[in-house]
Structure formats: structure tokens, C-alpha cells
């Protein structure tokens, strides 16, 4: 199946500083979506972004679709920022079925 | 706020015991899945419920089994299960793969 790596895995910024999370995927998708988990679990979607680029306030993403890759912008980090980031796609021939990278972790300090 | 809903917030339950997990939505969303998440690990697809045709993905153990009353529930029926399925149960709706997926804010299950 497709495989779906993330970098860093660990990232540790202080408040107001950028940063770029990336994603890396093996095959052609149909989806790509970016989400972050927050501490309570609830995975709330950022962009659904299979090719392209998007913005939403602090947070952008561009997705290379014939390079295999996607990137999450965070710009002015903010402490509630903090949480799991994970990247999510459905290969061309998955059947529908997505697949999770393994996440990064960020945190944000004061 | 969430459109997608889940019942339990929490449960706890014995090896011997049957519950069932409850997801609802309310988007007119044709596709709906259920996901398995362990601590540290990303989410693990379970059963993708497509235009009333199920997908298992096959590695799930049958003490798990999906149920889709309409297009705008889900439930996943839980038996005899074993302290190793201790973990965040989470439910996603979507117009149909492979279209955005929106989360529920799952279950915490813990198996004793």
C-alpha cells in the first residue's frame, strides 16, 4: 500500500516563530487532507489539498502532487497551536482507504 | 463544533461484556468509517461503510463488528474484547471516498 512519511516528527518552537511541516507520500493520491489532533483527541481538518496551494489565517499548505509531497506552513505560532499534526491521503488505487502518516508533534511555549 | 457525533464519550468495559459504540451525522454524507487510535500511534482505518457497501480492512478481528442502520449512523458492535483494544475509537463521515473526511471526538475505551 501507500506509504506516508512525516518530518520531524518532534518540533519544538517558541511562541511567534514559523514553521513548515512536511509529508511525503509514495504513490499518486486522490486526497490529501492535513490535520491537527488536539489534546482531547478531536482531529479537526485543515486543508483538504490533494494539489495546490491554500491558505487559511496563520496556516497555508502546498501539495506537489508529481514530487509526492505536501507542506504545512505555521506562521506566528501561537501556544494553542500545539497538538498532533497529521497528513492523510488516499491513494489512487486504495479503494477509498486512507492512510495516516505517523504525525509531528509540535509544541508551542510561551 | 463537530458534525459528527459520537456516544460514548468514555467506556469501560470487561473482556466478557458486549457495547456498542454510536457515531451519528447530520451532513447527508454517503460514506462513513471507523478508526482505531493507540497512544503515539496515528489512526488505523477499521470499516469504511460506502453508498451501503462495506469495506473491512482485514486485519480487524471479528470481536469488532460494524453495523450501518441508515446512511447517517454507525455503530460498532464490541465483544469479548481483549485489553490490547484499549484505545481512542474515532468516527469520520464524507460525500464518499476520496473526498474530506470529518472527524467525530471518539471514544476512550479501555478494557479491563
Known amino acids: 500500500g501507500i506509504q506516508v512519511e512525516q518530518s520531524p516528527p518532534d518540533l519544538i518552537l517558541q511562541e511567534g516563530a514559523n514553521s513548515t511541516l512536511r509529508c511525503n507520500f509514495s504513490?499518486?493520491?486522490?486526497?490529501l487532507q492535513w490535520f491537527h489532533q488536539n489534546p482531547w483527541g478531536q482531529l479537526i481538518n485543515l486543508f483538504y489539498?490533494?494539489?495546490g496551494t491554500k491558505q487559511n489565517g496563520r496556516l497555508s499548505a502546498t501539495t506537489v502532487a508529481t514530487e509526492r509531497y505536501s507542506l504545512l506552513y505555521i506562521s506566528s505560532s501561537q501556544t494553542t497551536d500545539s497538538g498532533v499534526y497529521f497528513c492523510?491521503?488516499?491513494?489512487?488505487?486504495?479503494?477509498?482507504?486512507?492512510?495516516f502518516g505517523d504525525g509531528t508533534t509540535l509544541t508551542v511555549k510561551p | 463544533d463537530t458534525e459528527v457525533t459520537q456516544t460514548p464519550k468514555h467506556l469501560v468495559m470487561g473482556m466478557t461484556n458486549k457495547k456498542s459504540l454510536k457515531c451519528e451525522q447530520h451532513?447527508?454524507?454517503?460514506?462513513m468509517y471507523w478508526y482505531k487510535q493507540k497512544a503515539k500511534k496515528p489512526p488505523e482505518l477499521m470499516f469504511v461503510?460506502?453508498?451501503?457497501?462495506?469495506?473491512i480492512n482485514e486485519s480487524v478481528p471479528s470481536r469488532f463488528s460494524p453495523e450501518c442502520p441508515n446512511s447517517s449512523l454507525l455503530n460498532l458492535h464490541l465483544h469479548a474484547l481483549q485489553p490490547e483494544d484499549s484505545a481512542l475509537y474515532l468516527c469520520?463521515?464524507?460525500?464518499?471516498?476520496?473526498?474530506?473526511?470529518?472527524f467525530g471526538p471518539g471514544t476512550r475505551l479501555t478494557v479491563l
Open positions: 461503510y460506502s453508498y451501503e457497501k462495506l469495506s
Open positions: 451532513m447527508g454524507h454517503r460514506a
Open positions: 469520520a463521515s464524507s460525500q464518499g471516498p476520496p473526498n474530506t473526511q470529518y
Open positions: 492523510a491521503v488516499i491513494g489512487g488505487t486504495n479503494a477509498g482507504k486512507s492512510t
Open positions: 504513490d499518486s493520491v486522490n486526497n
Open positions: 489539498i490533494p494539489s
